[in-house]
Nanobody, 126 residues
Framework: QVKLVESGGGLVQAGDSLRLACAAS????????MGWFRQAPGREREFVAA?????????YYADSVKGRFTISRDNAKNTVYLQMNSLKPEDTAVYYC??????????????????WGQGTQVTVSS
């Protein structure tokens, strides 16, 4: 059974940094494109970043986080990371990781991902 578990969320101040991690199990990690999405209260879930399989040579970012967030993967640890710098209050959301087997990293649609984690809360105070 595929399981994705996010960690690393928390309460920070504007300008601070956080690193989220998503540990995957029950799958051949290197065959999955991995993505991060987020959902703020009262808003739809939105794409944040994605990294290609197998080795992460290609990344895609939402315009709102480009230059501030970095996605990476460690296939030896079955883990994908999201380094978030220069955080803003508008980054406040529940962050979810997702996996798409043989997925196209440029496909930002929620429907492209078949496995999801439970999410981790990120709150940025002003």
């Amino acid at each position: 059974q595929v399981k994705l578990v996010e960690s690393g969320g928390g309460l920070v101040q504007a300008g601070d940094s956080l690193r989220l991690a998503c540990a995957a199990s029950g799958l051949t990690f290197s065959t999955f494109a991995m993505g991060w999405f987020r959902q703020a209260p009262g808003r739809e879930r939105e794409f944040v970043a994605a990294i290609s399989w197998p080795g992460g040579s290609r990344n895609y970012y939402a315009d709102s986080v480009k230059g501030r967030f970095t996605i990476s993967r460690d296939n030896a640890k079955n883990t994908v990371y999201l380094q978030m710098n220069s955080l803003k209050p508008e980054d406040t959301a529940v962050y979810y990781c997702a996996a798409a087997r043989y997925g196209s990293v440029s496909n930002r649609a929620i429907s492209a991902y078949e496995h999801w984690g439970q999410g981790t809360q990120v709150t940025v105070s002003s």
